[in-house]
């Protein structure tokens, strides 16, 4: 009986170690020590020894060499159940990593591109960039620059309100020249400053309008400032931002806040001409709003849509294109 015991734990042994699965192994622990396994019919044989002795020998031999499956089956079941579990999380794996090979970066939109450009080339001309709030009152946005009330621009068909107050002396400005006020009001002369921001009108979209839209401003306030000099500011920027090729040229016109005003255009390299903005001599009013005094101090301000420059300058047929978010149209800039 001892060499059958032996015999059956070194079958088992080895039966174990060639294991491959969980349930093979359950069949084995089943086969050999179950209640109908090969050691309980060994137990069950020991009524059939003929001394105490054998029966105490057997018994021992028994019970060690059932121990030894046991603890063979245990150690196997860990080393299957931590393979089964690498395999299952192996095929759930998602792969969350980012791709590093050929990563497709973003860049700033079309008309942030203009903006940045502006700056730099306002700056390389010594000026300085300032800023000012969206939401203005009457009196920054049409009072201090010499709008009367009866300017069209100053009722509800042309501007945006709000109704933080009874009166509707809040509104969204609609351009960026309360900057030029608050700049006055609180920097020294001489002033050499730039205003680019985003501005309100209720206009309806078309392919040269948006309801929202970008501004640029710039405002030089000195001493014995002529419109020569802003003649000369207006076609040394369009150079460097157009190119040498291109010039630029003032035409007549008039804007309350500006006395004599004028409309400034370029010229492409093919002859034709665009308008782009306004400027102008700044009015005696405006200086007096600001706190300056007209006696001692002149200047000149000047304002264009930063959207038409980039609508120009890219050759853009439709405004609208530029916010649409068609990522065909927005990879080409």
């Excluded at 150079?239 to 016109?253: I, M, V």
Aim: with cysteine; hydrophobic share 40%.
């Amino acid at each position: 009986m001892l060499d059958e015991v032996t015999a059956v734990r070194d079958s088992g042994l080895q039966r174990i170690e060639l294991a491959t699965s969980l349930d093979e192994i359950d069949r084995l622990d089943a086969e050999l020590l179950g209640k109908k396994g090969a050691f309980a019919s060994f137990k069950t044989s020991l009524a059939s020894l003929a001394t105490v002795d054998e029966k105490k020998a057997a018994g021992q031999a028994l019970n060690a060499a059932a121990a030894t499956i046991t603890g063979a089956i245990g150690a196997r079941r860990v080393v299957l159940a931590a393979a089964e579990r690498t395999r299952v999380l192996a095929a759930e794996r998602l792969d969350l990593t980012e791709e590093l090979t050929a990563p497709r970066r973003g860049h700033a939109h079309l008309v942030t591109q203009a903006w940045e450009r502006l700056e730099d080339v306002f700056i390389g001309l010594g000026f300085q960039v300032a800023e000012g709030p969206e939401v203005e009152t009457d009196f920054y946005n049409f009072e201090a620059l010499n709008m009367p009330r009866s300017h069209p621009a100053r009722s509800g068909f042309d501007t945006l309100f709000t109704d933080y107050r009874d009166d509707g002396s809040v509104l969204l400005r609609t351009h960026t020249s309360p900057v030029q006020i608050r700049v006055m009001q609180t920097v020294e002369p001489p002033i050499y400053m730039i205003m680019p921001g985003r501005v309100f009108r209720r206009d309806t979209p078309d392919a040269t309008h948006m309801p929202v839209f970008h501004q640029i401003e710039g405002l030089v306030i000195d001493r014995d400032i002529t419109m020569a000099h802003l003649a000369g500011t207006i076609d040394a920027f369009t150079k460097a931002f157009f190119g040498g090729a291109f010039t630029s040229r003032l035409r007549p016109n008039y804007f309350p806040f500006t006395e004599p005003s004028a409309e400034f255009d370029i010229q492409r390299p093919d002859g034709t001409w665009i308008e782009l903005g306004g400027c102008g001599m700044v009015h005696p009013n405006v200086l007096r709003a600001g706190g300056l005094d007209p006696e001692q101090w002149s200047g000149f301000a000047f304002g264009f849509g930063i959207d038409r420059m980039a609508r120009e300058r890219h050759g853009v047929e439709d405004i609208r294109d530029m916010y649409s978010n068609d990522i065909r149209f927005v990879e080409q800039f």
